[in-house]
């Protein structure tokens, strides 16, 4: 089984411009998010199960799931939110070790926002914070996403916190500076987990 480090970081704290670097030096990169999405593609048995529990409104006239009506769903209702993770995670869980189990990378990247909240850190030899200042963290998301300053404090508060999330880490990347000095510490754990995978195979 390939090496793999996880890389795990609040909203807007960096994730993809990391991998972005480690995927620039050959690393290949498994996004968990884009697994849970791939999982409820048209055609995917998952989605008929959906369709079947919550009803056909629940997609949208193209067959594509409605995402936003199956928050609204299983938002205030906890019943239904462990309906659908006990159908979707194991899901989400296979197709990450599908991505990971064809990476020719001499190790790979498992990057997704709940790496340790949802035990996706247990498909990892490592764990790879990428942690910043939460008033940096709120000014490039704010500049990167059409939301207001209040929206994106709702969202950091509703997730771990900054120091929840270094007590899970291994390693750790400080996202204060320009895109160069995060280049430069992507280079120098590169170089780390190399050896390191070296010696684990
Ligand atoms: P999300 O979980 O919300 O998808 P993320 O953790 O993947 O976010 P990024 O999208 O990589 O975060 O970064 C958030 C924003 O901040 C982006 O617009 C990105 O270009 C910018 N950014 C990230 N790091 C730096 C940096 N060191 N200097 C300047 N801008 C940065």
Redesign the pocket.
Known sequence: MTFVVGVT????????????RFAELGIVVVDA?VASRVIVEPGRPALAKIAEHFGSDILQTDGTLDRAKLRTAVFKDPAERKWLEALTHPLIREEILSGLRNATSPYALL?S?LLVESGQNQLTQRVLV?D?PEEL?LE??V???NNSPDQVKAIMAAQASRQQRLDSADDVIV????????HQQVDTLHQKYLEMSSQDS
């Open positions: 970081g609040g909203i807007g704290s960096g994730k993809t411009a990391v991998s972005d998010d990057v926002p990428v910043v963290q490039r998301t500049n990167r996403d996202n204060d500076g320009s895109l160069e000095q995060l």
